[in-house]
């Protein structure tokens, strides 16, 4: 019975891991210089930085960046501005050509303070951003990110049925035994299933983070049919608010800030975007805490009026996509936290790599010289 057991665990383990780890390779790969986005970016010279100045200089109108930065490419129309999250004297204005979710847009950076354009920086280009989107989706879209999130859950399957399977195979070996003297096939056994149970719980919390992320597109649409819809029947039937109809973004920023004390903008998505209604600015700011700065308050202010007309607390389920994002870059603790998940990344792709070659290297006699057990644990965890 305990050998049927056995078996089926295998079985699971390893087609769980034969059809992820290629792509779980692809995802370790391009996810370790996405750790270092920021650093990378700077020594690139892709990083928008403002000259030094004053902290209490006085800042510019938020209308009059939108109106710089609208003139640069007067044939689009402007979805977001956002600040820099680690200068609040930039801003960034993204602009696409309609107000429908695309890759086509441009960035405009314009300094706070004097309200002069500091850079276009393109991030639709650039080793970073072809990074960017094989991690992400492939290049494949939505289809992209859900086959993607359906590869992190079998590497759940197979870190779980992995560990089912280690405590029968390291039954006769004392922990952290490598057989350097055996047959090249051994010894990377022993390093897969070591390095395997060392990254268990880093592995398990960046895969299951990284799935949650894949659902970001569809979590979003269900909140705007859940919640948002109720928010907006009073303007059921209304055309878009047309933009020279619109109140002042400064106005409605300040309103925005006046509902939600004690919280910074993180950005503001302007009428008929993904991210907000045909008839409002929706304002998105975050909290001054570590944690909190991680978290969204949604702020839904008339396009037309600048008065707030709803600030809904968001439910649960894009508070854990909030949390797990930087979670699963390891952005919580600055460049300690960067490192070991970078240390992390790398001992995964060993295990990944090791676990593909094993399977590879499957043969009649290196199945002979392994123990019952170990034969149980040879796909990638």
């Given at each position: 019975?305990?050998?049927?057991?056995?078996?089926?665990?295998?079985?699971i383990?390893?087609?769980?891991?034969?059809?992820?780890t290629?792509f779980?390779?692809?995802?370790?790969?391009?996810?370790?210089?996405?750790?270092f986005?920021?650093?990378?970016?700077h020594?690139?010279?892709t990083?928008?930085?403002?000259?030094?100045?004053?902290?209490?200089?006085?800042?510019?109108?938020?209308?009059?960046?939108?109106?710089?930065?609208?003139a640069?490419?007067?044939?689009r129309v402007?979805?977001?501005?956002?600040?820099?999250?680690?200068?609040?004297?930039?801003?960034?204005?993204?602009?696409?050509?309609?107000?429908?979710?695309?890759?086509?847009?441009?960035?405009?950076?314009?300094?706070a303070?004097?309200?002069?354009i500091?850079?276009?920086?393109?991030?639709?280009?650039?080793?970073?951003?072809?990074?960017?989107?094989?991690?992400?989706?492939?290049?494949?879209?939505?289809?992209?990110k859900?086959?993607?999130?359906?590869?992190?859950?079998?590497?759940?399957?197979a870190?779980?049925?992995?560990?089912?399977l280690?405590?029968?195979?390291?039954r006769?070996?004392?922990f952290?035994?490598?057989?350097?003297?055996?047959?090249?096939?051994?010894?990377?056994?022993?390093?897969?299933?070591?390095?395997?149970?060392?990254?268990?719980?880093w592995l398990?919390?960046?895969?299951?983070?990284?799935?949650?992320?894949?659902?970001?597109d569809l979590?979003?649409?269900?909140w705007?049919h859940?919640?948002?819809?109720?928010?907006?029947?009073?303007?059921?039937?209304?055309?878009t608010?047309?933009?020279t109809?619109?109140?002042?973004?400064?106005?409605?920023?300040?309103?925005?800030?006046?509902?939600a004390?004690?919280?910074?903008?993180?950005?503001?998505?302007?009428?008929?975007?993904?991210f907000?209604s045909p008839?409002?600015?929706?304002?998105?700011?975050?909290?001054n805490?570590?944690?909190?700065?991680?978290?969204?308050?949604?702020?839904l202010?008339?396009?037309?009026?600048?008065e707030?007309?709803?600030?809904?607390?968001?439910p649960?389920?894009?508070?854990?996509?909030?949390?797990?994002?930087?979670?699963?870059?390891?952005?919580?603790?600055?460049?300690?936290?960067?490192?070991?998940?970078?240390?992390?990344?790398i001992?995964?792709?060993?295990?990944?790599?090791?676990?593909?070659?094993?399977?590879?290297?499957?043969?009649?006699?290196?199945?002979?010289?392994l123990?019952?057990?170990?034969a149980?644990v040879?796909?990638a965890?």
């Amino acid at each position: 019975m305990q050998n049927k057991t056995i078996k089926t665990w295998s079985w699971i383990h390893k087609w769980s891991s034969i059809v992820c780890t290629v792509f779980m390779l692809l995802l370790c790969l391009t996810g370790l210089p996405l750790i270092f986005h920021h650093e990378i970016g700077h020594l690139l010279g892709t990083e928008v930085e403002a000259p030094e100045m004053p902290a209490d200089s006085p800042r510019v109108s938020l209308d009059q960046v939108i109106q710089v930065a609208h003139a640069q490419h007067p044939d689009r129309v402007v979805q977001f501005v956002s600040q820099d999250e680690h200068d609040d004297a930039i801003w960034f204005v993204t602009l696409t050509p309609t107000p429908d979710p695309t890759d086509d847009f441009r960035s405009v950076a314009v300094d706070a303070r004097t309200g002069e354009i500091l850079a276009q920086p393109r991030f639709d280009q650039g080793f970073m951003w072809v990074m960017f989107k094989l991690h992400v989706d492939l290049f494949a879209g939505l289809a992209g990110k859900l086959f993607l999130g359906f590869m992190g859950l079998l590497l759940l399957v197979a870190i779980v049925s992995g560990v089912v399977l280690y405590s029968p195979f390291m039954r006769k070996l004392e922990f952290g035994t490598v057989r350097r003297e055996r047959q090249p096939r051994l010894k990377w056994l022993d390093l897969h299933n070591l390095l395997g149970i060392v990254t268990l719980v880093w592995l398990f919390v960046v895969g299951a983070t990284g799935m949650i992320n894949t659902w970001a597109d569809l979590l979003i649409k269900y909140w705007q049919h859940d919640q948002l819809s109720v928010l907006l029947a009073p303007y059921q039937g209304q055309p878009t608010v047309p933009v020279t109809e619109r109140a002042s973004v400064q106005r409605t920023l300040d309103v925005a800030l006046q509902q939600a004390p004690d919280t910074t903008l993180s950005f503001i998505a302007f009428p008929g975007t993904a991210f907000s209604s045909p008839h409002h600015h929706t304002v998105f700011l975050r909290g001054n805490e570590p944690f909190t700065s991680r978290l969204l308050q949604p702020v839904l202010v008339d396009a037309r009026t600048a008065e707030v007309t709803a600030s809904p607390k968001l439910p649960w389920y894009l508070i854990a996509l909030l949390v797990s994002q930087p979670l699963h870059f390891g952005d919580y603790g600055g460049v300690p936290m960067q490192l070991l998940w970078a240390l992390l990344d790398i001992a995964s792709i060993i295990v990944l790599g090791s676990g593909l070659y094993l399977w590879l290297r499957k043969g009649k006699t290196a199945q002979h010289n392994l123990p019952d057990a170990g034969a149980n644990v040879e796909a990638a965890t």
